[in-house]
């Protein structure tokens, strides 16, 4: 079980904004940046978003955001290569270690 | 830019270890630098698990507790080169292995920004 709670799936359509949500609690999203990852067919993972600063050639349609204990990963104007896994992560202060979420699937329609 | 470039894939037997390389490049590995490098494993359809990460320039290290005892990680400053190494493997050690760059320059480390291609490990009689 993940210490972090993400959507298992998630579709839209070309053009259409989606939002992924991590959920976590004071000791881990609450407290220090998320970062968000997206696995192409199991490949390697890329960066996407570090807390709601876009990393060097991302697109700037990705976007992150963070509420209390919840961060958000909006992908506005979906394109067909966002498809992929997306995974959230931060620092969790009571685990000393780097938690995980369980990964939303992002569907293309 | 900055890049990663891990070791290729390795098949062991139970109980034998595995050593990953995970060469640096584009950026300063450990001279007066804040970066880490983390060690991320992913089971198959599993998600990403961390192992540990260590600081090239203080050699400070630090494993996740379920590795404690079986993960060795050190670095060769002279070819920036980080090296993770598992002992007594089993067969739920087949993985990729990934390493990754971390920013430690702040209160605490950021999220991995930039990631090797991966290094497939089978654990396998």
């Known amino acids: 079980q993940s210490a972090l709670t993400q959507e298992a799936s998630v579709s839209g359509t070309v053009g259409q904004e989606v939002t992924l949500s991590c959920a976590g609690n004071?000791?881990?999203?609450?407290?220090?940046?998320v970062g968000w990852y997206q696995q192409i067919s199991q490949g390697a993972p890329k960066t996407v978003m570090i807390g709601d600063s876009l990393p060097s050639g991302i697109p700037d349609r990705f976007s992150g955001s963070k509420s209390g204990t919840t961060a958000s990963l909006t992908i506005s104007g979906l394109q067909p290569e966002d498809e992929a896994d997306y995974y959230c992560s931060t620092w969790d202060f009571s685990l000393s270690d780097w938690v995980f979420g369980g990964g939303t699937k992002v569907t293309v329609l | 830019q900055v890049q990663l470039v891990q070791s290729g894939a390795e098949v062991k037997k139970p109980g034998a270890s595995v050593r990953v390389s995970c060469k640096a490049s584009?950026?300063?590995?450990?001279?007066?630098?804040?970066?880490?490098i983390h060690w991320v494993r992913q089971a198959p359809g599993q998600g990403p698990e961390s192992m540990g990460r260590?600081?090239?320039?203080?050699?400070?290290?630090h494993s996740a507790r379920k590795f404690q005892g079986r993960v060795t990680m050190t670095t060769d400053t002279s070819i920036s080169t980080a090296y993770m190494e598992l002992s007594g493997l089993r067969s739920d050690d087949t993985a990729v292995y990934y390493c990754g760059r971390v920013d430690c320059g702040g209160v605490y480390c950021l999220p991995v920004d930039t990631w090797g291609q991966g290094t497939p490990v089978t654990v396998s009689t």
């Open positions: 584009g950026y300063t590995f450990s001279d007066f630098t804040d970066y880490s």
């Open positions: 260590i600081n090239p320039n203080t050699g400070v290290r």
């Open positions: 004071s000791n881990n999203v609450g407290s220090y940046a």
